[in-house]
């Protein structure tokens, strides 16, 4: 079971995408697991928005070679990440 | 010699050589011909006939390459249709061109479906990936799946065309704010291939990395070209994840690597030296120009490889490359005329100048033939040449040329916004705008982005009563243009600033932007 700070860091996570990258539609289209490549959601300009984003709200520091598609590319990919981060 | 002879040589003489790899996936040179002519066996099965077009609407994928080259062997036109690009906008160009087929990846088949239901022409879409299980309203067109590997065809029956027929048709942002097909003939496009391979000296071991969009002339040309020299290609979707696509890069020991200033500044925001980039022996860059401070950073970065800082025109593909030798000596120079090509100005009533400043002519056998089926705006870029019925290209741009043939831009006689590479008409943005409910009035500037280049700024002003806000136009934007076209900024004004006689003073808009930039110096 998610703990609250879990559930927390996911809303925040979609919230950010939604009001940056979908032009503040949410439309209950965008799934937890949908890539964000596949599906046009973030370009090279948003990942790095993105990543400020991270930095910025959890107070870690992203590295150049954490700029994957396995650590960036879906709502749940980028949740995994931050608990990751904020566990090490 | 056709564009598509470059694959059918390759795949008589070097037929299991890696001709392109894209994630998972390595095709040969025998393999990416046989989904071709698979795929012109599909098309011919439509009805396709000599000079008939075809739309290509697809993310990057061997499928798309395939289908260059398919479209060829069955004697069309290719169509590079931006991936990005939304229902209307997609209804609109299929109007224009109307194509006979439409090839589309899965995840675009219902935008394609939606698009070409009002379009007449189009008799078939073949789709690449998924099941291809979808209903086709009307029963206009039929719907078939990409060839594979397995599948056998019959040998083509049709007699091939020659190298004046059109290969291409490539859109391209026009002050107007419609899209206008460059029309490009298999001669042009050979050219064209002919010039760069020969200044970049490529080589049958150079490996590329892609990862430009291939409805952009500049992505596109990196796969025709290495399939001409015999070469091997990785295709990447985009470019996302830096970390990602610099391994890519590592692993695959890439040889050339072909940039927008953009990709250029995303870089140099990252530390470079944590890479492996021993491989490299080139980058270009083209698209907008490349600040002088990027290109000695990243051939700090990079000190092996050569930095070619290139300008180009979709209506003649290149224009002009700087030798890496002349960097250091011709800073801000993107220098001279490709091999094969003849550059030189004029003046305001056309005379031929020996140097000085003048607006740039381009004489060539990559010259378009003109934009397709628009004789009046053909009329105002083609001009008849030295020979008779030749033509050279008016570029619109204003060069200053040195005693030795070397090239500095002055300005532009239109206002197209470049933005990440590619360009964008005002025009076409405001379009949009003013389709949104409550609007008045929109104006569209391109602002100095570190980045982007130029960022695209939208102005809007709210009809009386109307309360729109920045998110509205946001969302507006993205529902009806590609990527990036998208206005990176939007600012919601009372009124707009007037000239005298009552047009928007775009120069005030401007004006504004400057003085509220922030001084760098």
Known sequence: MQTMEQQTIERDIRQFVIANFLFGEDNGSLKADESFLETGIIDSTGVLELVAFLESTYGFRVRDNELTPDNLDSLDKVAAFVRRKQAA | MRVESFLERRAADTADKTALISGERRLTYRELDHLAAGLADRLRG????????????????????????????????????????????????????????????????????????????????????????????????????????????????????????????????GSTGKAKGVMLTHRNMVSAANSITT????????????????????????????????????????????????????????????????????????????????????????????????????????????????????????????????????????????????????????????????????????????????????????????????????????????????LYFVGRRDDIIKTRGEKVSPREVEDVLHQLDGVAEAAVIGVPDPILGQAIKAIVVARAGACITEQDVFRHCGSQLEDFMVPHTIEIRDALPKTPNGKRDYRALLADESLAAPRTT
Request: aromatic residues 8%; negative net charge; contains cysteine.
């Open chain 2, 199 to 406: 200044y970049l000296q490529n080589r049958a071991d150079d490996i590329i990395l892609n990862v430009l969009p291939l409805s952009f002339d500049y992505g596109l040309y990196q796969v025709l070209m290495s399939v001409q020299f015999g070469g091997t290609v990785v295709l990447e979707r985009s470019f996302v994840y830096l970390h990602a696509v610099l391994e890519t890069l590592r692993r695959e020991r890439v040889t050339g690597f072909p940039i927008v200033p953009t990709i250029a500044a995303l870089l140099l925001e990252i530390d470079l030296a944590q890479y492996d980039l021993s491989s490299l022996r080139y980058i270009t860059s083209t698209g907008a120009a490349l600040p002088t401070a990027h290109i000695n950073e990243l051939r700090r970065c990079v000190p092996h490889a050569k930095m070619f800082s290139m300008y180009g025109l979709t209506e003649c593909k290149r224009v002009s490359y700087l030798d890496p030798a002349d960097l250091d000596r011709r800073p801000g120079s993107v220098g001279r005329g490709m091999p094969n090509e003849e550059l030189y100005l004029i003046d305001s009533d056309g005379t031929r100048l020996p140097h000085g400043v003048g607006e740039l002519v381009v004489r060539g056998s990559n010259v378009m033939q003109g934009y397709w089926e628009r004789p009046e705006e053909t009329a105002q870029v083609l001009m008849p040449g030295p020979l008779p019925g030749e033509n050279v290209l008016r570029t619109g741009d204003t060069f200053r040329m040195d005693e030795e043939g070397y």
């Open chain 2, 46 to 173: 439509f009805g396709l006939q000599r000079g008939d077009r075809v739309a290509v609407f697809m993310e990057n994928c061997p499928e798309a390459v395939a289908t260059i080259f398919g479209v060829l062997k069955a004697d069309g036109v290719f169509v590079m249709i931006n991936p990005t690009t939304k229902a209307q906008k997609l209804s609109a160009l299929l109007q224009d061109c109307r194509p006979v087929a439409v090839v589309a990846d899965n995840r675009r088949l219902p935008t394609v479906v939606e698009s070409a239901a009002s379009v007449a022409s189009v008799r078939g879409i073949v789709v690449a990936g998924g099941d291809g299980n979808v209903e086709m309203p009307g029963g206009v067109a039929a719907l078939t799946t990409f060839p594979s590997l397995a599948d056998v065809y019959p040998p083509p029956t049709w007699k091939r065309g020659i190298d004046l027929d059109l290969a291409a048709l490539i859109y391209t942002s």
